[in-house]
């Protein structure tokens, strides 16, 4: 029983860490551009098929493709803030709800197009590996996809609190108007926000690559995870984000080994509606909008 | 003359309109084409039944599917397991959505913007699971074929399509209507102020929250219409037709491309979108997955970008110009 439970833990916080990935870029840019982006699961999706083709190509290792995803989709990122995002900016919601809705289907059904609905898997030397641990055991590509996530996090951490680029960002979203009069570019800021949220949304699929399948549906997954870490870690923090990602993970976890195969994703909106009705501003406190 | 501040003139494009789409059916007979003009009016409909909510009040719900499925089901569920009449199913619906829209809008409406947008996806998400994995009372994943009759006027079964045709004909020019009546009264320029600023809209007294909620039973009550005729029509239902999110995405798509917050705008949207598959359907030979989807989303992304008043708002400005280049009457 005891076994039982941990091991559940264990795979609810090692994939919890690939969530928090794509939460922490949907919270960031919540709280710097104060916009929802719907289409943040589309990029790690576009990060899983960069990884596989890749991998498929050249034989290049997922983990280590890495270093082409989180670029290539850092430079996405840029280009999207600066030729879509930047127009709708103002204080009508519908545009910015409808603008990243848009550009979701458009990247879905694209990929639908262009790579069919097959699934496509990488196998890695280190696919079928485990550590044992008494009774448990620890995949070793969800450990490293898990560390490595954890590694970006802190990362980025660190730059939003050392860095003049990363104060400026945390400045922009505390208050946009005063930054704006302390010399803050915010165009600058925000293509900045959105080249780091679809990077890590790049890396989480380049993670995810060794022990899941790349589909073209495969980002809605991811995302609505995001968005309930999002709501119950509250909106635009950051390290509420990794923490509630966690948790998610954990409950889906539970919720597969105790009610069933298919319940993970009920066990998630259980939780978002029971968020939404007792602590609608989320776990930290503060204004829910 | 007036009726209800429509001028004569009004009165007879009105008439001129219905006496075209009355007759349309018998003059086209190709069922292929009638099948088109039925998912135009239907999807028309369903637009009309979403504009109510989101388009005047903005509040951008894309979870419509919930009561799409919830009027499918409750009119399936009487009429196979207690032979009672569609018709009456399709009431019953209405009614089970509304009283479901109650605590979805207590719980949804706490959020605003695109977290409200985000609630209304997770709880039809939500419904859709609930009844594929609850198959005691609604037959699970597999779904149920509704038992053919042959031509049941009484049970919303015909032979001929044109019949389903003046069927989604009439909940159009209900929908209309309705949007019509509340666009005139004090009811439509609380929607338009919460609209515009909830929070200035509740500082000079409107009752956000009750006015939110009122909509949002019409609004379910008009889209479990729709889900009772459409399960009528295909003959089939399951969990994935009826929730189908591609329902909400539709629903929200033809009311901002047409113009959103307008009357007409959901028609003008779904005859352009419905149009645009049509065509792009018989020239790919619709063997690509993804097409659609991918030339609607370039579709919304135009709009938004350079006009986010639809195309509605695009006829009205033409026609402003048109006003001020005539020179005046005497």
């Not at chain 1, 104060?34 to 991998?55: D, R």
């Not at chain 2, 699970?140 to 042959?150: F, H, K, S």
């Not at chain 2, 209309?176 to 009546?181: G, P």
């Not at chain 2, 515009?196 to 939110?212: T, Y």
């Amino acid at each position: 029983m005891w076994e039982t439970l941990a091991q559940a833990v264990i795979n609810g916080l090692l994939i919890g860490g690939i969530y928090a990935l794509v939460s922490i870029g949907v919270t960031l840019i919540f709280g710097v551009v104060k916009i929802v982006n719907f289409a943040q699961g589309e990029f790690v999706m576009i990060g899983m098929y960069i990884s596989f083709f890749l991998a498929n190509q050249f034989g290049i290792d997922p983990i280590v493709s890495l270093v082409v995803s989180m670029p290539v989709l850092f430079a996405v990122g840029v280009l999207i803030q600066h030729f879509l995002i930047r127009r709708v900016l103002g204080p009508n919601d519908m545009p910015q709800i409808f603008l990243t809705f848009a550009l979701s289907l458009l990247l879905l059904n694209l990929a639908l197009m262009l790579f069919t609905a097959n699934y496509r898997t990488v196998h890695t030397s280190y696919s079928d590996e485990a550590i044992h641990i008494g009774e448990l055991y620890i995949p070793v590509a969800k450990l490293i996809a898990f560390g490595v996530a954890m590694a970006l996090s802190a990362a980025l951490w660190i730059f939003l609190h050392t860095t003049d680029l990363g104060k400026a960002m945390r400045a922009a979203s505390q208050n946009r108007d005063v930054a704006t009069l302390m010399g803050i570019n915010p165009n600058r800021v925000f293509c900045v926000a959105l080249g780091i949220a679809l990077a890590l949304a790049g890396a989480a699929g380049s993670l995810l690559m060794p022990f899941y399948s790349a589909y073209p549906f495969v980002g809605q997954v991811f995302v609505l995870m995001a968005f309930v870490a999002v709501v119950l870690g509250t909106l635009g923090n950051v390290i509420g984000a990794l923490i509630a990602s966690l948790m998610m993970g954990v409950a889906e976890s539970l919720g597969i080994q105790f009610v069933g195969a298919d319940s993970g994703l009920i066990v998630v909106f259980a939780m978002l509606l029971l968020t939404l009705a007792f602590k609608p501003t989320g776990l930290g406190g503060g204004r829910a909008r | 003359m007036t009726i209800w501040g429509l001028r004569t003139r009004h009165l007879l494009w009105i008439a001129v309109g219905l006496a075209f789409l009355i007759a349309l059916p018998q003059v086209v007979k190709s069922s292929f084409a009638i099948d088109i003009f039925i998912r135009i009016l239907l999807f028309s409909f369903i637009g009309v039944a979403w504009n109510l909510m989101g388009g005047y009040a903005k509040q951008l719900s894309l979870g419509h599917a919930a009561y799409f499925g919830l009027g499918a089901y409750t009119s399936t569920i009487l009429q196979i397991d207690f032979g009672i009449s569609p018709w009456i199913g399709m009431i019953a619906g209405g009614v089970v959505a509304m009283l479901a829209s109650l605590p979805i809008g207590w719980l949804c409406f706490r959020l605003r913007g695109p977290y409200f947008t985000i609630a209304t996806i997770a709880t039809a998400q939500a419904l859709m699971l609930i009844f594929l994995k609850f198959r005691d009372f609604a037959w699970g994943a597999e779904g149920i074929t509704v038992p053919n009759l042959g031509n049941a006027p009484l049970m919303m079964q015909f032979e001929a399509k044109s019949s389903y045709y003046y069927v989604v004909l009439g909940l159009l020019a209900l929908g209309l209507l309705i949007t019509y009546l509340i666009e005139r009264s004090w009811m439509g320029y609380y929607l338009v102020a919460i609209g515009e600023d909830e929070d200035a809209a509740e500082a000079i007294g409107v009752n956000a929250p009750k006015i939110k909620r009122d909509i949002y039973l019409i609004s379910s009550f008009l889209t479990a219409m729709a889900g009772t005729f459409y399960t009528q029509y295909i003959y089939f239902i399951d969990p994935a037709t009826a929730f189908s999110f591609n329902i909400s995405i539709e629903a929200a798509l033809v009311s901002i491309v047409g113009g959103i917050g307008t009357l007409w705008g959901p028609v003008v949207g779904t005859v352009l979108l419905e149009t645009t598959s049509t065509l792009l359907q018989s020239w790919l030979g619709g063997s690509i997955g993804g097409v659609q989807l991918t030339v609607y989303s370039l579709i919304l992304m135009a709009v938004i970008l350079w006009r986010p008043t639809g195309l509605m708002g695009v006829a009205t400005e033409a026609w402003q110009r048109y006003l001020r280049r005539r020179p005046a009457r005497a």
